[in-house]
């Protein structure tokens, strides 16, 4: 069994939430989120924000100064396999989400990076209120959609935030 490494990323000026999965075997190595190499997470933001992201400060930086706060759906689960692939979670157990929503009022949208993200959601927190979007996930692995594809499809997070 495997416990979420991270606290998440969030402050009183936090609009949005974008939720993964769980952290990948490379993000517990590298001590933060989407750190796999492969993964376009930090590549999609940089393009919608014009904004180089290279190290943790500047990523970190960058979340609180566009109000965006980031975590994960999953608090501890099993992988059956030895990847990252979010079909080897097994035996998840959320997050309190909801928790974090009722003490920070502020955030308006959920953008669920990818699938898992989603159906998790939906089944541990789904009679919530709150707008919540569905997004293709941000792996490599999801290779349905090309980069520019995806970066059409998270263009709604600078779109929220921008309207807001």
């Not at 919608?48 to 400060?57: C, K, S």
């Not at 699938?115 to 941000?138: M, T």
């Amino acid at each position: 069994m495997f416990a979420h490494p991270f606290d998440p990323i969030i402050d009183a000026d936090s609009k949005v939430l974008i939720l993964g999965s769980f952290p990948s075997i490379a993000s517990f190595e590298e001590g933060f989120y989407y750190a796999h190499p492969r993964n376009h997470f930090w590549r999609l933001m940089e393009r919608l924000f014009d904004e180089p992201l290279e190290r943790i400060e500047t990523k970190r930086a960058f979340l609180h100064h566009h109000g965006i706060a980031l975590w994960d759906i999953f608090g501890s689960i099993e992988r059956k396999e030895g990847n990252s692939s979010d079909a080897n979670l097994v035996r998840t157990a959320p997050n309190p989400i909801d928790v974090l929503l009722g003490r920070h009022r502020g955030i308006n949208d959920i953008f669920c990076n990818g699938a898992s993200a989603y159906n998790g959601w939906k089944r541990h927190f789904g009679a919530l209120h709150v707008r919540v979007h569905k997004l293709p996930s941000s792996s490599s692995a999801h290779a349905a959609l090309s980069f520019e594809r995806k970066l059409e499809a998270y263009r709604i997070i600078k779109d929220r935030l921008d309207a807001d």
